[in-house]
């Protein structure tokens, strides 16, 4: 009698037909824990992602705040600045005046007691004006020493935000790293 009747045949091919789906239902849970897996670490990865951002912007807000008081303050001393130095402009008109009115007086020779006498006004005049240039410099080197302080200070606000641009670009390149490796490394676009 042959073993090989057409119900043995079907049997053999049911047999291998269901080891086929077995095995084939085995790789699909594989790949369905894969990809589980690989979904989890993307999501965790969005979220941290998302986490540094949101601090990342947090600390430039602040960063830029800082640097507009710190231009508002430096502006001040500007202003400040320019209003000093047309008050000296206005001494150096004055002493000018002065002058033209001492070399006035010292031409009339009849004339040269009275004209010393104003000439003694006139110095002590200018003399006035003078300290109160002297004092217009003071206060515009103090202005000047602030302004310095400030450009100091907006440097290492904007030292601050070139390191923070710098260490988000490589936190996105490092959470960047699992998803360009491992068996699934050929799918994701570099």
Excluded: C
């Amino acid at each position: 009698m042959d073993n090989d009747t057409p119900d043995t045949k079907a049997d053999d091919a049911f047999e291998v037909i269901a080891a086929t789906m077995g095995q084939f239902r085995a790789e699909m849970e594989h790949f369905d824990r894969l990809g589980t897996r690989i979904a989890r670490r993307t999501g965790l990865i969005m979220k941290s992602v998302f986490a540094i951002l949101v601090l990342s912007s947090f600390y430039l807000l602040y960063m830029i705040f800082q640097m507009s008081s710190n231009m508002s303050i430096m502006t001040g001393h500007l202003e400040s600045m320019y209003g000093r130095f047309g008050s000296m402009s206005g001494d150096m008109r004055e002493i000018t005046r002065l002058v033209d009115s001492m070399g006035n007086n010292i031409s009339g020779i009849p004339q040269i007691a009275a004209s010393m006498t104003e000439m003694d006004r006139h110095v002590a005049a200018m003399s006035g004006s003078v300290e109160g240039m002297n004092g217009s410099i003071l206060a515009i080197d103090r202005d000047m020493a602030w302004i310095n302080l400030n450009l100091q200070e907006m440097t290492g606000v904007m030292s601050g935000i070139s390191h923070t641009v710098n260490s988000m670009s490589y936190d996105v390149n490092e959470m960047a790293a699992p998803m360009n490796s491992g068996p699934m490394s050929g799918f994701w676009p570099r």
